[in-house]
């Protein structure tokens, strides 16, 4: 009858349970003062009683015994355990699963949109507005062509690479081959900027033709310099087998270098050499030699030793490139086995999602509030009643525009870029990090955006470090980043104001201020400061570019 009570007893026969006594009780008292009340209290059913004489060890076993079955018996009433902890959202907390606000995200504009359609109902008879839809649907067949042509003149750099590489006399890439490529790229950007202008096409067309062309500008750059690097390696590899006096050893050194660090590197050894022997000198010359030309073969060769310049040099390698999402160009990149086929519907299906989301939020929410605010600011004199106007339209502005900036990011960086790395199975899908952390400005360039940082700082900082210092190469980073962005604003306002340029380049005195003694380590103000300054930028922008 015990054994169906408890179901934590053994069905090993044992002799009939007694209740304890007072030897027992006095035995056991002195290991843990909770056991000797127990024992007092409760039947030790599952054990045979110790007797009297029996060892202090065994007495101790029998007691430890005792007090864990004891803490596994279930009570009559249930009982609430408690111990310290902290709630998911408390600074001290460890828990980051918040997938479900994710899906609120959703639900939220699902929401909205079944308001919006009911609404739109009520006041035309028709469910959505097609004021923007009017405008998507505009130089549809003009765009595809111009932009299938845009991608196809890249492909002009594989030829020059191929020219340079093989070329013994003044077109080799460190010549004239360097100033050939940058010359195509000024009058490839020239002609394709002004291409939708001279077309007058709509302003969704020119964003997203901008965009586009802006992202081959970068593909195509990191391409050819790349490569025409890879070429000059070789060229100096080739020489090691004819041996010149005249042939330099300097120390090979990773792309991109300072010229400071190569003299470095170069004189190391040679200050120590002067009075050693000739033969001591001699196999340190063999020495220097042997690894010049292994770590040159090791520049020419992927990181996954699969491919070897110029094995690359096809126009089947740079077709790949181009759908690869990354703005940086490698000898090889990283692989999945396979297409997954319903991950590339699911992303796809996700993009024309969040385009029509954000179609919807423009309609509804800012397209009706310019529209109102310029003719308001047509028809007020005084320049405080306009300042006014355009404030007020910032603020209405805020919530729909933060709303956009989400869509927009999640339709590039994770269905857009997510189906481009499928179909081309491109392994590595770092594309951002936790941007929405950030603390400054600085912090947020490098994480929200992983393959245009990746493209600025190889291509831009690095390069721009090799001949000045730390603090003007990332002024100049900026500075072409502002470019780009006054770039696309000019595309959606038809003006250029400078206003993107100025709010960039502000970020930096801005990051000064947020790593300071008295902000450093301030996470929350810090966070709430980037937010607030992000949500209030992109609404003034907006705004100002439109507007004023």
Request: proline share 4%.
């Amino acid at each position: 009858m015990s054994h169906q009570l408890d179901p934590g007893a053994d069905r090993v026969l044992r002799p009939r349970p007694t209740r304890v006594n007072g030897a027992s009780k006095t035995q056991s008292n002195g290991f843990h003062k909770g056991s000797s009340n127990l024992a007092e209290t409760t039947r030790s059913r599952e054990s045979t009683p110790l007797p009297e004489d029996a060892p202090p060890s065994a007495q101790s076993i029998s007691a430890a015994r005792q007090v864990a079955r004891a803490s596994a018996k279930k009570r009559l009433f249930h009982t609430i355990k408690y111990e310290p902890r902290a709630s998911h959202f408390d600074p001290q907390s460890e828990y980051s699963d918040f997938r479900g606000f994710f899906v609120l995200f959703w639900m939220s504009l699902g929401i909205m949109v079944i308001t919006t359609a009911l609404k739109n109902i009520k006041e035309t008879g028709y469910p959505l507005r097609t004021q923007v839809y009017e405008l998507l649907s505009r130089n549809v067949l003009t765009l595809a062509f111009a932009d299938g042509l845009m991608v196809l003149s890249t492909a002009a750099s594989v030829y020059f690479q191929k020219i340079f590489r093989n070329s013994k006399g003044i077109l080799q890439w460190r010549k004239a081959g360097f100033w050939i490529q940058s010359i195509y790229q000024a009058i490839w950007l020239f002609i394709w900027v002004e291409w939708p202008f001279v077309l007058e096409w709509t302003w969704t067309a020119q964003v997203f033709f901008a965009l586009h062309t802006l992202t081959f500008l970068m593909k195509m750059h990191s391409y050819a310099f790349y490569n025409g690097h890879l070429s000059e390696t070789e060229r100096r590899l080739r020489a090691l087998d004819r041996p010149d006096p005249s042939q330099s050893l300097e120390k090979a050194v990773i792309y991109p270098t300072s010229p400071a660090r190569l003299r470095q590197l170069s004189t190391d050894s040679s200050s120590s050499s002067e009075h050693e022997k000739a033969e001591e000198q001699a196999e340190k010359e063999r020495e220097a030699l042997t690894e010049l030309r292994h770590n040159l073969a090791t520049e020419l060769t992927s990181p996954m030793g699969n491919v070897t310049f110029p094995q690359n040099l096809t126009f089947a390698n740079y077709a790949d490139y181009v759908l690869c999402p990354t703005l940086c160009y490698e000898l090889e990149y990283p692989r999945t086995s396979h297409i997954r086929w319903l991950e590339v519907f699911y992303k796809t299906l996700a993009v024309f999602g969040c385009i029509f989301l954000m179609t919807v939020v423009s309609e509804e929410f800012i397209t009706p509030i310019l529209a109102d605010a310029t003719i308001r600011l047509r028809v007020t004199p005084g320049f405080s009643d306009k300042a006014l106007i355009l404030a007020e339209s910032i603020s209405l502005m805020l919530f729909p525009f933060m709303i956009e900036f989400l869509l927009t990011f999640l339709t590039i960086w994770e269905y857009a870029l997510g189906a481009f790395a499928e179909l081309s199975c491109f392994a590595d899908r770092h594309f951002y990090s936790d941007w929405w952390n950030c603390e400054d400005w600085l912090e947020f360039s490098r994480e929200w955006n992983i393959p245009v940082y990746n493209f600025l700082k190889r291509h831009v900082f690095f390069a721009t470090k090799a001949y000045t210092n730390t603090s003007v190469a990332m002024i100049m980073t900026f500075l072409i980043s502002s470019f780009g962005h006054e770039l696309i604003m000019g595309c959606i306002s038809m003006k250029l104001r400078g206003y993107a340029i100025f709010a960039m380049m502000l970020q930096l005195p801005i990051v000064a201020i947020q790593r300071s003694k008295f902000v450093r380590g301030r996470w929350i103000l810090n966070n709430a400061c980037f937010w607030g300054s992000m949500i209030l930028g992109i609404s003034s922008m907006a705004s100002l570019y439109v507007l004023v």
